[in-house]
């Protein structure tokens, strides 16, 4: 069975940082396209970053490029979300999610397969 677990996600203070994890299970990340989602109240899913297959390509939201930074480790076939400078803003769900097709997306209709959320608080 294919799947993807999320976890890491905490109460941080404003300008902290938080590292989120996703385990996957049942199928190689190497070949999947890889992403990190966010869902704050009242609003919809939104991606916050990606990455190619061969991690050659990423993407980041604009309101996190400088401070959030996507990677996969290949041997424990987790990939990861380190988020630093964190922000009010930055509350929400989190999701991860990978895509079988390789190619990087913002967009949430493109992604087989998705993990369940972690909650990500930011507040002093």
């Known amino acids: 069975q294919l799947q993807l677990v999320a976890s890491g996600g905490g109460l941080v203070q404003p300008g902290g940082s938080l590292r989120l994890s996703c385990a996957a299970s049942?199928?190689?990340?190497?070949?999947?396209?890889i992403g990190w989602f966010r869902q704050a109240p009242g609003k919809e899913r939104e991606g916050v970053a990606c990455?190619?297959?061969?991690?050659?390509?990423?993407n980041y939201a604009d309101s996190v490029k400088g401070r959030f930074a996507i990677y996969r480790n290949i041997y424990n076939n987790t990939f990861y979300l380190q988020m630093n400078s964190l922000k009010p803003e930055d509350t929400a769900v989190y999701y991860c999610a990978a895509d079988a097709s390789g190619v990087p997306t913002m967009r949430v209709a493109e992604y087989d397969l998705w993990g369940q959320g972690t909650q990500v608080t930011v507040s002093s």
């Open positions: 990455l190619s297959s061969d991690s050659a390509t990423t």
């Open positions: 049942g199928f190689r990340l190497d070949y999947w396209a």
